[in-house]
């Protein structure tokens, strides 16, 4: 409204409502209707003599309040023609509702009010496409040497907005005190469905309305650029909000499809070493797969997810790690750093379902990978339903249940036998003979530890002997006997 005052050809008066106006005229219409609002949209600048009124009375002034119901941005009124002046309802209903007057004198066509409404409107869609264009070089510019964080700072800049970046677990804002943005924009998110994928998001509250558009990043969680403006996004803000959604995407990108490639890498390496190929010699690539004392652990998981290789990456991402992984018929087998823990598998696994299980190897030099692998194969064998990570121990042969099957049917026709002949002469044969066993064989170790005399001790063990048609000097005999009492007290 200032600009269109100060247009001297137009001859045009401040009358009524405010002098300065912070509503934007977006489109000028002459119209002589009595009630126009059906056709109108807001920020319009109407134009009418009054023709439609006979006289000053009170169905002007409901047409003054029905223009600014309608969000009409200014009202002009023609004199000269069906009212010498302005109806003084109008100026007294103007006043009260704060809409803005103006008188266009006789000799001032319409028309030529019209033109110069929309060109200049024309005009500032120009300027506004040449400053979007100059803005979108600045965040160019920034993406080049800042990354993320300065793309979101020169947009917030721009746009004199804040500006915030979301994801899993990454997050950037501008300006410092637009924190809280994080937070609403979370809260959106959380509430758009994931089959949905939008484009763009808006939630609009009086005087504020958050946008979201969405970021899409290669296998990850849902990202989005949020910008928080007073009210619905402008032309330029709409533009430079997709300019800046490609630059982050490229960003983001970036170091993604580099580590595609380093994991395919990782991948191959990790076949080799395991399939005992690099048993001398190990590569620089795999480097990074070892502690600063080159131990290694493997991993092999075990679980029902079709992408395990890929959450596993990605959480391996968001630690800075790099990922060595194969695919298996039932899962996947890791190298990790022989500093890792059971600790650090069980975060890996974290976004896994939770029968997704995985064994651990010991902690072995980098070039004894396939013995590692042997180790952690076992580990995950003996997981039971409840366990999400097993670490390899020495006994873990006894907790392979092909071996415990093992075990027990030899016990049935040894350690029962001895146990059936317990019960019947109240003898003490198994624990006597665990009690050897135990010792390797030292006589005076197994009596002290029976609290027996070493010949009784003599005595029990030749019973055994005779029961079960063995010879327990045999080192071979002594060592399946004693697995086949750990199976049955397992």
Same mark, same amino acid.
């Given at each position: 409204?200032?600009?269109?005052?100060?247009?001297?050809?137009?001859?045009?008066?401040?009358?009524?409502?405010?002098?300065?106006?912070?509503?934007?005229?977006?489109?000028?219409?002459?119209?002589?209707?009595?009630?126009?609002?059906?056709?109108?949209?807001?920020?319009?600048?109407?134009?009418?003599?009054?023709?439609?009124?006979?006289?000053?009375?009170?169905?002007?002034?409901?047409?003054?309040?029905?223009?600014?119901?309608?969000?009409?941005?200014?009202?002009?009124?023609?004199?000269?023609?069906?009212?010498?002046?302005?109806?003084?309802?109008?100026?007294?209903?103007?006043?009260?509702?704060?809409?803005?007057?103006?008188?266009?004198?006789?000799?001032?066509?319409?028309?030529?009010?019209?033109?110069?409404?929309?060109?200049? /409107?024309?005009?500032?869609?120009?300027?506004?496409?040449?400053?979007?264009?100059?803005?979108?070089?600045?965040?160019?510019?920034?993406?080049?040497?800042?990354?993320?964080?300065?793309?979101?700072?020169?947009?917030?800049?721009?746009?004199? +907005?804040?500006?915030?970046?979301?994801?899993?677990?990454?997050?950037?804002?501008?300006?410092?005190?637009?924190?809280?943005?994080?937070?609403?924009?979370?809260?959106?998110?959380?509430?758009?469905?994931?089959?949905?994928?939008?484009?763009?998001?808006?939630?609009?509250?009086?005087?504020?309305?958050?946008?979201?558009?969405?970021?899409?990043?290669?296998?990850?969680?849902?990202?989005?650029?949020?910008?928080?403006?007073?009210?619905?996004?402008?032309?330029?803000?709409? /533009?430079?909000?997709?300019?800046?959604?490609?630059?982050?995407?490229?960003?983001?990108?970036?170091?993604?499809?580099?580590?595609?490639?380093?994991?395919?890498?990782? +991948?191959?390496?990790?076949?080799?070493?395991?399939?005992?190929?690099?048993?001398?010699?190990?590569?620089?690539?795999?480097?990074?797969?070892?502690?600063?004392?080159? =131990?290694?652990?493997?991993?092999?998981?075990?679980?029902?997810?079709?992408?395990?290789?890929?959450?596993?990456?990605?959480?391996?991402?968001?630690?800075?790690?790099?990922?060595?992984?194969?695919?298996?018929?039932?899962?996947?087998?890791?190298?990790?750093?022989?500093?890792?823990?059971?600790?650090?598998?069980?975060?890996?696994?974290?976004?896994?379902?939770?029968?997704?299980?995985?064994?651990?190897?010991?902690?072995?030099?980098?070039?004894?990978?396939?013995?590692? =692998?042997?180790?952690?194969?076992?580990?995950?064998?003996?997981?039971?339903?409840?366990?999400?990570?097993?670490?390899?121990?020495?006994?873990?042969?006894?907790?392979?249940?092909?071996?415990?099957?093992?075990?027990?049917?030899?016990?049935?026709?040894?350690?029962?036998?001895?146990?059936?002949?317990?019960?019947?002469?109240?003898?003490?044969?198994?624990?006597?003979?665990?009690?050897?066993?135990?010792?390797?064989?030292?006589?005076?170790?197994?009596?002290?530890?029976?609290?027996?005399?070493?010949?009784? =001790?003599?005595?029990?063990?030749?019973?055994?002997?005779?029961?079960?048609?063995?010879?327990?000097?045999?080192?071979?005999?002594?060592?399946?006997?004693?697995?086949?009492?750990?199976? +049955?007290?397992?």
């Amino acid at each position: 409204m200032s600009w269109l005052l100060r247009q001297r050809h137009l001859r045009l008066s401040h009358r009524g409502g405010p002098e300065r106006s912070s509503e934007s005229i977006t489109f000028a219409q002459a119209t002589e209707l009595i009630d126009p609002s059906p056709w109108l949209s807001g920020g319009e600048l109407i134009l009418t003599t009054g023709l439609g009124f006979d006289s000053d009375g009170p169905a002007l002034d409901t047409y003054v309040r029905t223009l600014s119901t309608a969000g009409v941005a200014c009202l002009g009124f023609g004199t000269g023609l069906s009212h010498s002046t302005i109806p003084q309802h109008i100026l007294d209903a103007a006043d009260d509702v704060g809409l803005p007057v103006v008188e266009v004198p006789y000799d001032t066509p319409f028309a030529a009010v019209i033109r110069a409404v929309m060109k200049r /409107i024309s005009e500032q869609e120009y300027e506004q496409v040449v400053r979007a264009a100059s803005v979108q070089n600045r965040i160019t510019r920034a993406a080049l040497h800042g990354g993320v964080d300065a793309i979101v700072r020169e947009l917030a800049v721009a746009t004199s +907005t804040s500006v915030a970046l979301i994801g899993r677990r990454t997050e950037s804002f501008h300006p410092t005190d637009a924190s809280n943005l994080v937070d609403q924009a979370r809260d959106i998110a959380r509430s758009i469905r994931p089959s949905a994928s939008p484009a763009t998001v808006s939630v609009s509250e009086p005087g504020r309305t958050v946008s979201l558009h969405s970021v899409p990043i290669t296998g990850s969680a849902s990202t989005f650029l949020a910008i928080r403006t007073t009210g619905p996004m402008t032309g330029v803000e709409q /533009i430079l909000l997709g300019h800046a959604v490609s630059l982050v995407t490229l960003e983001l990108e970036k170091p993604a499809r580099l580590r595609a490639e380093q994991s395919r890498l990782n +991948t191959l390496a990790l076949g080799l070493l395991l399939d005992g190929h690099l048993t001398t010699d190990v590569p620089s690539y795999l480097t990074d797969a070892a502690d600063e004392d080159s =131990l290694i652990r493997v991993a092999v998981v075990r679980g029902p997810s079709e992408r395990i290789v890929d959450a596993i990456d990605a959480e391996c991402r968001l630690r800075g790690r790099p990922t060595f992984a194969r695919t298996t018929d039932t899962g996947c087998a890791l190298l990790l750093r022989g500093s890792d823990d059971i600790t650090f598998v069980a975060r890996l696994l974290d976004s896994l379902p939770r029968s997704t299980c995985a064994g651990l190897s010991a902690r072995l030099h980098i070039t004894e990978s396939p013995a590692a =692998l042997r180790q952690a194969s076992l580990a995950c064998a003996a997981a039971g339903s409840h366990d999400r990570v097993v670490e390899f121990t020495g006994s873990m042969l006894l907790a392979s249940e092909p071996v415990q099957e093992s075990l027990r049917a030899m016990a049935a026709v040894t350690i029962a036998v001895l146990a059936e002949y317990d019960r019947v002469h109240t003898a003490d044969l198994v624990a006597s003979l665990r009690a050897f066993l135990e010792a390797n064989g030292h006589w005076e170790t197994a009596a002290a530890q029976l609290s027996v005399h070493r010949h009784t =001790l003599r005595n029990r063990i030749t019973r055994c002997e005779e029961l079960l048609a063995v010879d327990l000097t045999s080192a071979r005999v002594r060592a399946e006997l004693l697995l086949s009492l750990l199976a +049955t007290t397992a």
